[in-house]
């Protein structure tokens, strides 16, 4: 029971959709009809610039790092992975969304920095080697799904399978992505500071 009171609380966080709430709060309208209509960091970057796409970042690796913490609290490394998970998958399937949602990247993040940091930092460099390099947010998320696998499964045991999964999940929420970078249809990231 412990467990399920723990992952629906992960959930539930998770499932908060900063994105929308903030670029309202912003000024911005509704995030699903602005870019790619995803309610996540890139594309309320798009909507509102570097400010607000900054803002939703922070606010959505936040849920996820309390969903971790709340979990560690309640039943040690493996709860907290799997809280963790729980908030990546709240976030791609909202319950206040029609369990519909974003991708999952700034939150697997937010779990990477609350259950290793150093696999933080890691994927955390090779996101930002790939997104200044290419100019593609989603081409930089898939590297982290790429290298954060390989990492958990360096670390092995419940947690490097909480993170391989939320990787999977992210992978999953990505195919669109995938296909427009094929494609060369896929939007870069423009670095701009709206007032």
Do not use: Q
């Not at 907290?80 to 700034?106: D, E, N, Q, Y």
């Amino acid at each position: 029971m412990l467990y399920i009171f723990g992952i629906i609380i992960g959930y539930l966080l998770g499932s908060i959709p900063f994105g929308i709430l903030l670029t309202r709060l912003f000024g911005r309208g509704d995030l699903r009809k602005v870019g790619s209509g995803n309610i996540g960091a890139a594309n309320a970057m798009r909507a509102g610039g570097l400010r607000v796409g900054a803002a939703v970042w922070l606010a959505d690796m936040l849920k996820t790092i309390l969903a971790v913490l709340i979990g560690s609290a309640m039943g040690g490394d493996a709860l907290a992975a799997w809280c963790g998970f729980a908030a990546v998958f709240g976030h791609c399937f909202s319950i206040w969304l029609g369990f519909r949602g974003g991708k999952g990247v700034s939150c697997l993040f937010g779990m990477l920095l609350a259950l290793d940091p150093l696999m933080f930092l890691i994927c955390g460099a090779s996101w930002l080697v790939v997104v200044f390099s290419f100019g593609y947010s989603s081409l930089g998320g898939l590297t982290v799904f790429l290298v954060a696998s390989v990492l958990g499964f360096a670390i092995g045991g419940t947690v490097g399978v909480a993170i391989f999964a939320s990787c999977v999940l992210c992978l999953v929420r990505h195919m669109e992505n995938i296909g427009r970078l094929i494609g060369g249809t896929e939007s870069k990231l423009t670095w701009k500071w709206k007032k």
